[in-house]
């Protein structure tokens, strides 16, 4: 946080808009360069919670899968608190 | 294998400055030097021969030097006060309904026997137009402007030449306002260049001069003007031809108390 931003955060102005320009963009940057529409990440990230939970029990609330962007690499993150994990999978392999 | 350097000027976006570099970057090139074409890839709306000051001078086009009735030297319009510049005009509108990614590519092999540089001016968005284009291109500038819509869509067409092979693909920032900079009410040059991932060619100041230029069909690089454009037009293709030229400092445009006032501002307190 630069001295500008305490001040406007104090007085409770707006902050400059350069950083919510680039904040904006980066986000939108993601879903282009994936070519994946929000309703299709939705899915995506539906399906990965519920793969996930077969193994463990994950915190749904606090659970967030996003795509980030850096140096025109787009990876998808997943952030899934753990609970537990459920002793005996359905179908294990032998590990 | 040609020496020629065949270079795509582009942006997705319409109305960042793209004719305006490629006709600024040309007669700056061949003031150099180099003998230089440059090439109107806008067919719907042609405008390069506007800004160079040549629309009256126009006989062939494109169009005609590719069915073959006439030869190439015919259709090029040399510049009066710069005659190692030659523009190649677009030919008419309804070419677009059978041009090809191949005819394209014709022509510019014809220009590549005789030139240096070939400046190919693309039209705006990614769709034929630019495919067409971007076919005949071998690297390509990336004109961008520090806005949300200009940034968005120049990132689309990077990642479309990047998938064509076209390389390298570098970037010129127009229309950078120091003082909005310096306020961060403007996308910083970092900003641009850290979400986009492209080296820097150049970043050109927003310059009042540029529209007197266009008025009157002479390209700012034309005289020995001190404009900021100019020098900034001046620099981008001394670097094309590998000269190591520093760039510009926006935050060195303003100096004084109020630019160290800003400053301070700046410091992060944690």
């Known amino acids: 946080m630069t001295l500008k931003d305490f001040i406007d955060k104090l007085l409770r102005r707006q902050p400059a808009s350069a950083e919510t320009a680039k904040e904006r963009l980066q986000l939108v940057l993601a879903h282009d360069r994936s070519d994946l529409n929000p309703e299709l990440l939705e899915q995506m990230r539906r399906e990965i919670l519920e793969v996930v939970a077969r193994y463990v029990e994950i915190d749904l609330a606090e659970g967030d899968v996003s795509l980030e962007t850096e140096d025109r690499v787009t990876a998808l993150v997943a952030n899934l608190p753990i609970r537990r994990s459920i002793a005996q999978p359905s179908k294990g392999g032998t590990l | ?270």
């Open chain 2, 1 to 270: 294998m040609s020496t020629t350097r065949t270079i795509l000027i582009c942006s997705g976006k319409g109305g960042v400055g793209k004719t305006t570099t490629t006709a600024n970057l040309g007669i700056a090139l061949a003031r150099q030097g180099a003998k230089t074409v440059v090439l109107d890839a806008d067919f719907g709306l042609r405008n390069l021969d506007l800004l160079l000051g040549l629309e009256n001078r126009i006989v062939y086009t494109a169009q005609e030097v590719l069915a073959e009735t006439c030869r190439l030297e015919q259709a090029l319009v040399k510049h009066k006060q710069e005659p190692n510049l030659a523009l190649l005009p677009a030919g008419n509108p309804r070419m677009l309904e059978w041009l090809k990614p191949k005819d394209m590519q014709a022509i510019v092999a014809l220009l590549e026997r005789q030139f240096d540089y070939v400046l190919i001016d693309c039209p705006a968005g990614i769709e034929d137009g630019f495919k067409n284009a971007a076919a005949a291109a071998r690297e390509a500038v990336v004109i961008t402007t520090p806005e949300v819509a200009a940034v968005r869509d120049a990132d689309r067409v990077i990642g479309l030449l990047n998938t064509k092979g076209v390389q390298p693909v570098q970037l010129v920032l127009n229309r950078v306002r120091p003082k909005m900079m310096s306020n961060q009410e403007m996308l910083s040059v970092d900003d641009v260049t850290d979400i986009l991932a492209l080296p820097l060619l150049g970043l050109v100041f927003e310059d009042e001069q540029v529209i007197v230029s266009t008025n009157r069909g002479e390209p700012l690089t034309l005289s020995d003007s001190s404009s900021p454009a100019a020098q900034a037009y001046g620099n981008i293709a001394q670097r094309l031809q590998g000269e190591d030229i520093p760039l510009m400092d926006p935050s060195q445009a303003r100096r004084g108390l109020r630019a160290r006032m800003r400053k301070l501002m700046q410091t992060r307190i944690f």
